[in-house]
């Protein structure tokens, strides 16, 4: 099985509070992208064979169909997580340590460890 995605442009914007203490907090997140063209393989579709191929070139004759379907439920989710999981890294984190190296904020992200608790499956 493979997938190329060609001419992948992601585009994020963010919007940011710094209260009166200098803490920060992120309060939105707008994540998404655009592809050129997508490409993708699935070995032994339905058995393999002369069928399986055609699926597989159906597919990645509407790739850039699909992709444009479900980003339209990917992103918002993913807005939704990364939000959580960056002001959970944040909390603590001043805009003067911030700026100055990081620090905080790289061990909080350390400390969260993965995203999954994050995900309402």
Request: glycine share 10%; hydrophobic share 45%; net charge negative.
């Amino acid at each position: 099985m493979w997938l190329e995605i060609y001419g992948l442009d992601v585009y994020a914007k963010a919007a940011v509070l710094i209260n009166a203490e200098g803490f920060v907090e992120i309060t939105e997140i707008d994540l998404t992208a655009d592809l050129t063209d997508i490409k993708m393989h699935l070995d032994n579709l339905l058995g393999g064979g002369n069928f399986g191929e055609s699926i597989n070139n159906l597919l990645n004759v509407v790739g850039g169909y699909i992709w444009d379907q479900v980003k339209d439920l990917l992103f918002p989710l993913l807005d939704e997580v990364l939000l959580k999981v960056i002001n959970d890294a944040l909390k603590g984190c001043n805009i003067a340590d911030l700026i100055a190296n990081g620090s905080c904020f790289q061990d909080r992200m350390k400390e969260l460890g993965r995203a999954g608790q994050y995900l309402k499956l």
